[in-house]
């Protein structure tokens, strides 16, 4: 069997951002992506690339969409159970559903069910690659990275640190949740493709003196990235400020902690001011929008184009599970409605962009994955432009019409597609899931 394998389809990858320039993508209608032990060969025209190799595997996706796979930069994957619960607002959705579910994860066989579930379930929406949270339990996040390594996936994830207002289950003390979160680190971090967060969960929920640990520990392992809530909702940042009298705003609560760094993923940031705006992208801190949680919670409408004005780092996630869905694709067209109320027409390029080279470049990690470069790791997806048969019926419209462009196809996915558009998904070259 050669060790070259060319898949031949319609093939997308982005060079740069699409604020930066118009022709920060590639594409080849009918192109080829080689692979070779996992990481990306070549990239190209088919007949051309189909020239230069002699020996090789073919395995033919012609009419269908080759691109990088999705990177999910805020999800929780112990709330995967309580998706759809009913809501009301962020405060109350975590004591009636997300605080129980999460105290499950003292079981490590309960652990492991979930992660696998996890993991699979993400692969059947197309995404390669997340940032998660677990739980307090080290039991969470051994099952996780024990999972994501059993198929090569590139996983970040991290303990909970959580030492007040959260049931007895599910809290630590400082010294606890440092101790625990290094024992991680040094388990896991840099292992194959796992890479430790440290996840203070929020400043309700974690004392100026965890705060500070967690800080601490980053500094003692610089490699290691920081995920935390900010400015969700109204209520959570007067409850914030209550408990932190001597700030000014939420953010400095965890400026004077050392947590706000250019490795610091910050989940929603919806209400803002000007000022923490500003300190953020000087920072180089980095913003992951989560509109389909932030609609099902009511918590508030992220501006884009004020983030892009002022040049702040955006990716785009689900945040399972008060987020309604695993799949990216849905995500991004309620993020494009979310602009649309904003006056703010984002583009599906933009949308695109910000769950893969954009999502890989914010976390460090686009000399590995996001685009199609030569050495990346072949992760990467298959759609299908028509799954449904409205999507049939659309794409027939276009076509007679003369209007079967890329942006309209792309648009089309982002706008109607789901899971059933996810035709097959590739980590590291071998495929891990495939639509029956």
């Not at 399972?320 to 583009?347: C, D, H, N, W």
């Amino acid at each position: 069997m050669s060790e070259l394998t060319l898949y031949r389809g319609e093939v997308f990858d982005f060079i740069d951002s699409p604020l930066n320039r118009k022709d920060a993508y590639r594409y080849f209608p009918d192109g080829a992506l080689v692979v070779r032990e996992g990481e990306i060969v070549d990239c190209g025209p088919f007949e051309e690339i189909k020239g230069r190799y002699t020996d090789y595997e073919l395995v033919d996706y012609s009419g269908k969409l080759l691109m990088p796979g999705f990177i999910d930069s805020h999800i929780h994957y112990p709330q995967a159970e309580i998706i759809g619960m009913y809501g009301r607002q962020l405060l109350d959705w975590l004591e009636d559903y997300t605080f129980p579910a999460e105290q499950a994860f003292v079981s490590s066989e309960h652990a492991d069910r979930m992660a696998h579930f996890f993991v699979e379930e993400l692969f059947r929406n197309g995404t390669t690659a997340c940032m998660a949270y677990a739980t307090v339990h080290p039991t969470s996040v051994t099952a996780l990275f024990s999972v994501a390594s059993e198929y090569n996936m590139c996983m970040l994830t991290g303990k909970v640190l959580m030492d007040r207002n959260a049931p007895a289950g599910l809290t630590d003390t400082a010294e606890q949740g440092k101790s625990e979160s290094r024992s991680l680190i040094e388990s896991w971090h840099g292992k194959g493709r796992n890479r430790y967060v440290i996840t203070p969960r929020f400043a309700i929920s974690c004392s100026t003196e965890q705060l500070i640990a967690a800080g601490r520990l980053h500094e003692q392992y610089p490699g290691t990235y920081i995920q935390t809530h900010l400015s969700e909702n109204k209520d959570e940042i007067d409850s914030t400020l209550s408990l932190c009298p001597d700030c000014q705003d939420y953010l400095e609560v965890y400026e004077r902690a050392r947590l706000v760094t250019d490795r610091s993923i910050f989940g929603h940031c919806i209400h803002l001011s000007d000022s923490e705006c500003r300190r953020l992208v000087e920072a180089g801190s980095v913003v992951a929008h989560c509109p389909t949680s932030n609609l099902f919670l009511g918590s508030g409408l992220f501006d884009m184009q004020q983030a892009n004005r002022v040049g702040m780092q955006t990716v785009l996630a689900t945040d399972i599970g008060a987020g309604t869905s695993f799949s990216m694709l849905r995500t991004m067209g309620e993020a494009y409605k979310v602009q649309q109320l904003g006056g703010y027409p984002m583009s599906v390029f933009e949308s695109l962009y910000k769950c893969t080279l954009g999502a890989a470049k914010a976390l460090h990690l686009d000399d590995e994955i996001g685009c199609f470069g030569k050495g990346r790791k072949a992760d990467f997806i298959v759609m299908d432009y028509a799954a449904t048969p409205s999507q049939q019926v659309r794409m027939d419209y276009l076509k007679r019409h003369g209007k079967w462009t890329l942006e309209n196809k792309l648009f089309g996915l982002q706008t109607a597609g789901d899971e059933r558009n996810i035709q097959a998904t590739y980590v590291m070259g071998k495929r891990v899931f495939t639509l029956a």
